[in-house]
């Protein structure tokens, strides 16, 4: 079992919930989605903020098999490597 823990700025948590669900996770409430091989959190926290500029950003915790880690991980990538929102 592979366990990855990350802040990642600049997506809501309603976004990163919609990405795991087209990833085939089931939302479970409260931030939380399932998936035979995967569990993934997503909980919003405060804003980061250098001088006047704000960026949303959350806590991103996934358990996942040794086997679909990796690949799991790079179809996340890729989600978050949007343009423009």
């Known amino acids: 079992m ?12 309603w976004l990163m919930g919609a990405y795991l669900q087209e990833m085939g996770g089931i939302a479970v ?7 035979p091989q995967w569990s993934a959190a997503v909980t919003q926290i405060e804003d980061y903020q250098i001088g006047s500029l704000v960026v949303g950003q959350i806590h991103f915790h996934l ?4 086997a679909i880690s990796t690949q799991l991980q790079q179809q996340l990538e890729r ?6 929102g």
């Open 29 to 35: 409430g409260d931030g939380r989605y399932t998936h």
């Open 2 to 13: 592979t366990t990855i823990e990350r802040v990642i700025r600049g997506i809501p948590a």
């Open 79 to 84: 989600k978050l490597l949007r343009g423009g």
């Open 63 to 66: 358990e996942a098999d040794d």
